[in-house]
């Protein structure tokens, strides 16, 4: 399972990519993404919550406050899990996947609610999660039960 996992993490790892590269790429230029008028994820990944500490709308360009793309910090995350998984810790793996799955529900509900635009990218990163967390989840199960297995008589 821990395998299964790994490969998740490094499926996310790609779409985090992918979802960097629109975010440096020219707000001009039209993303390969932009499907319709609700499926866009030029104008998501360069919303001011395509950083972290969202941009405020009175902030100076030139200020020297750093912010954090969020794709970078979904492939961190991804990374972390995968790292986790490979390293044979479930309760690690779980408490890792259940913070990136809480981060890609809060983003997903900004898309729906105060962009009221998709990012495919961003879909696909909640798909992925959800699968990491019921995966991990699965993992712990059959765990917990080879352990209660080999210990009663």
Known sequence: ????????????????????????QDPNAAPPCAVTEKFDCGTVNHSRFAVFPPTSFDEDPSSKKIHVPVAALGIAGYLLIGILALANRPWLTLQASEIGFGFAAFLTYMEAYILEKWCIYCV??????????????AWLFL???QRRAAVSP
Request: hydrophobic share 65%; glycine share 2%.
């Open 1 to 24: 399972m821990r395998f299964l996992i790994a490969l998740l993490a490094i499926a996310g790892i790609v779409d985090s990519a992918l979802a960097l590269r629109i975010h440096y």
């Open 124 to 137: 696909w990163s909640q798909a992925i999660i959800a699968a990491i967390v019921l995966c991990t989840i």
């Open 143 to 145: 765990t917990h039960r």
